[in-house]
């Protein structure tokens, strides 16, 4: 039998109709109570056109006082086939009242009239089900069948109902809402659903409700509004943690909302009782100053640390003021020294391995700006070795292979970066890829490596924030070495730091001067890339933008902002974005 079953299948996959329905009838004799035999019997005579064979073999079913109620639905649809939509509904009316005889036949019959495209069918079987038998849910299957008939309001309310009586997850109904709405809060998908969660709200006032018109006020982008939201569920929920108002301030300062996230994270400096989360929330706001400081700024930031290292003092668990404060001192106001000194008192406390992690990273990034690469590498390397495995680990080999390339070991920078190619993050990745190319490129053409050692000056300078002679250190490089290798590395360093000085056509110059010159090179993607998002977020020339993403889409399929060019062009062409 099991190669009959078998057989069938086959032919009637193949669309050998003929030969499986002599083996669904043989199977079909053999085993009247296998339904799926009936089934395969039937679609057979229905592809052949056999209509009246179709009709008496399921007349002979349904003669049976326990017929499967979905024979009912079969006959119905054979008469469909036949254009008898009068005969079907009959039989279709049958089917639904089979639920009142049993309430667990819902499934079935909805499942087998949404097969059919028999929507209306379907949801008055899974309805009548369910108000039969309340502890049955088919909410997921009628969000669906809305969904596809365009009632967008009723989609919305079932899929409300599985979040509210707890019968999925929220991120599995919210992913299915996401695909309805758009990041524009005037289109009609999204305003419906507002107004749907407002009236859910009202009628059972409940803080899920303030969730998730918070996360819709997030997918588009209004984050005051979220903010509002997000209050209003701290404040109902007693004594509950910041973590989602922390969440929302980082989503907010990502997208430079930069006034909402300072309120945000007022807030939680205001409120919080917990010293480590009101503690982040100091460095956040001193995170946004920074964004676009002035020197009476930086004199303010200033006085802030030391406030803050008088409040919290020196301590384990306030590690990340430590490093914020040398990042400042060292990066910001070019006074290394000091910053050394109080990472290394840093070090003396009891920590565990991760957090000894951050703090020698962090104050191995101050001695490479301090020039001082053979100390930075020795505490490099105590991390890769502690963490080798962890992404912290390879963060470590990254800036040992960057140290190394700064310091002009080209060799043992490159032995270390072959290591990281297969690096578990894509980001280390990538970049260990470039540079491992540049040093390779660049080596084979000049056994002097004279254009390397420039480059690496220059790209140190960059690192310690002193864009202007790094910019000039790159100006001698693309005067003195025209034609050699290094030429659209050069300018594409340039180019960012021209980007960074806010100096947007020097910036544009440059990355035109790569996707002219060098379209096959390595860095024509970053240049394609980086004019694309120039034009879209700077300069306002949607149309440039979009040309510029479309030559990645089509001939750099390989690309590491393959996935980001692809969103931007269709957000860019007016699609939905999901």
Known sequence: MAQEDFLAKQYFNDGDYEKAVVFYEKLAETNPRRTDYAEGLVACYQQLERYDEAEAF????????????????????????????????????????????????????????QKYALLDYAIRAYSRAMELKPDLNYDFQLARIYGEQGDIEKMYQSYLNLIWEGKTSRSNVLRNIDDFISEDPTDANNILLRKVLLKNAQQSPDVLWNELLSWLFVQQKQYNSAFGQEKAIYKRAEGSNMDRLENLGEIALEDKDLETATSIFQYIVDNSGEPRVKLNAQLQLIDIVLENPTEKMLDDVEKQFKDLVAEYGNQSQTLQLQIAYANFLTFKRERPE?????????????????????????????????????????????????????????????????????????????????????????????DAMQLSLL???????????????????????????????????????LQNHKGEKIEDEALLKQAQLFEEQKEYESAEFNYKKIVEFYADGILADDAHFALGELYQNILNEPEKAKAHFEKIIYNYQDSYYFPQARTNFRKLRGDAIN
């Open 338 to 430: 000091p910053a050394i000194g109080m990472l290394k008192e840093s070090l003396e406390l009891p920590m565990g391995r991760v957090a000894m992690a951050y703090v020698k990273l962090a104050l191995g990034d101050i001695l490479v700006y301090d020039q001082r690469f053979n100390e930075a590498l020795i505490l490099y390397t105590q991390v890769q070795k502690s963490l080798k495995n962890d992404v912290l680990g390879q963060d470590a080999r990254f800036k040992v292979a960057q140290t190394s390339f700064y310091k002009g070991d080209f060799d043992w920078a490159l032995t270390q970066l072959k290591v990281l190619r297969g690096s578990t993050s894509q980001l280390i990745a990538n």
């Open 439 to 477: 040093i390779s490129d660049n080596s084979l053409e000049d056994s002097t490596q004279t254009a390397l050692k420039k480059y690496a000056r220059a790209d140190l300078l960059a690192y310690q924030n002193k864009n202007k002679e790094a910019i000039e250190a790159l100006e001698d490089i």
């Open 58 to 113: 399921l007349l002979e079913k349904i003669a049976d006082p326990y017929a499967f109620p979905t024979f009912f639905i079969e006959l119905g649809y054979n008469y469909t086939l036949q254009d008898q939509s009068e005969k079907a509904a009959v039989y279709y009316e049958q089917a639904i009242q089979k639920i009142d005889e049993n309430a667990n036949y819902g499934y079935s019959v909805g499942y087998r009239f």
